[in-house]
């Protein structure tokens, strides 16, 4: 397991799998409770260009800050599954904030961060 990461000030474009994330932090969960998994997470003034789909996925993780990153995408740029910018599942303490997303692809849909079967998660601003 992960524990006390720090993904700061990097520039992350384009990716090879069309169902897959740019970052991703999972771990294992039952019934929505991190079990074993990442711990003290922080992701944080990075610029996501082109995802092909979701830009993090944070699963299965406690104790997680994604805070100041930037998500921008060209408009020719294919996107492989709708849905926002963030996958947030059964983690819990979870700190969302300062986001910014300039994505004008059709398949890049609000709500930007999507939140299933976890406790404790904080979208800010």
Same mark, same amino acid.
Do not use: C, Y
């Given at each position: 397991? /992960?524990?006390? =990461?720090?993904?700061?000030? &990097?520039?992350? *474009?384009?990716?090879?799998? +069309?169902?897959?994330?740019? =970052? =991703?932090?999972?771990?294992?969960?039952?019934?929505? *409770?991190?079990?074993?998994? +990442? *711990?003290?997470? *922080?992701?944080?003034? &990075?610029?996501?260009? &082109? /995802? +092909?789909a979701l830009s993090i996925t944070i699963g299965s993780a406690y104790l997680v800050n994604v805070l100041n990153n930037q998500v921008s995408a060209d408009a020719s740029y294919p996107r492989s599954q709708p849905g926002g910018v963030i996958s947030i599942h059964d983690s819990s303490t979870v700190t969302v904030s300062g986001l910014t997303v300039n994505d004008p692809r059709p398949n890049t849909q609000q709500p930007y961060v999507r939140v299933q079967s976890s406790t404790g998660v904080t979208i800010l601003p």
């Open positions: 397991d /992960a524990h006390r =990461v720090r993904i700061e000030n &990097n520039q992350i *474009t384009g990716g090879d799998l +069309p169902w897959g994330a740019q =970052v =991703v932090i999972e771990g294992a969960a039952a019934q929505g *409770t991190p079990m074993s998994g +990442p *711990t003290d997470i *922080t992701i944080k003034n &990075n610029q996501f260009m &082109n /995802a +092909p």
